[in-house]
Nanobody
Framework: QVQLVESGGGLVQPGGSLRLSCAAS????????MGWYRQAPGKERELVAG???????NYADSVKGRFTISRDNAKNTVYLQMNSLKPDDTAVYYC???????????????WGQGTQVTVSS
């Protein structure tokens, strides 16, 4: 089995910063793309940022210039540095990873349990 465990969420004032972490563990042969999604109340889940195994990144327009995604392949961990946070960033943030459990298996998407980020004064 594969588990993704997120940490780093919390309450922060507008303009503040938070750093989210997501560590993958379990029966892992390799990890391809990793990413962060978020879901605000009453809204659909949306992609915030993604990163390939080679380090190429993409971001939602709403977070460009404020958020930075990175990963440590040796630790099977992905990070999301969030700066200049706004109330509109309030959501549950989910980690995602495309994982292969053996050389012969197919890629499968795994999700973390989510971590709450609240931006409020």
């Amino acid at each position: 089995q594969v588990q993704l465990v997120e940490s780093g969420g919390g309450l922060v004032q507008p303009g503040g910063s938070l750093r989210l972490s997501c560590a993958a563990s379990g029966n892992i042969y390799s990890i391809n793309g990793m990413g962060w999604y978020r879901q605000a109340p009453g809204k659909e889940r949306e992609l915030v940022a993604g990163i390939t195994s080679g380090g190429s990144t993409n971001y939602a327009d709403s977070v460009k210039g404020r958020f930075t995604i990175s990963r440590d392949n040796a630790k099977n961990t992905v990070y999301l540095q969030m700066n200049s946070l706004k109330p509109d960033d309030t959501a549950v943030y989910y980690c995602n990873a495309a994982v292969r459990r053996s050389m012969s298996s197919t890629w499968k998407d795994y999700w973390g349990q989510g971590t709450q980020v609240t931006v409020s004064s």
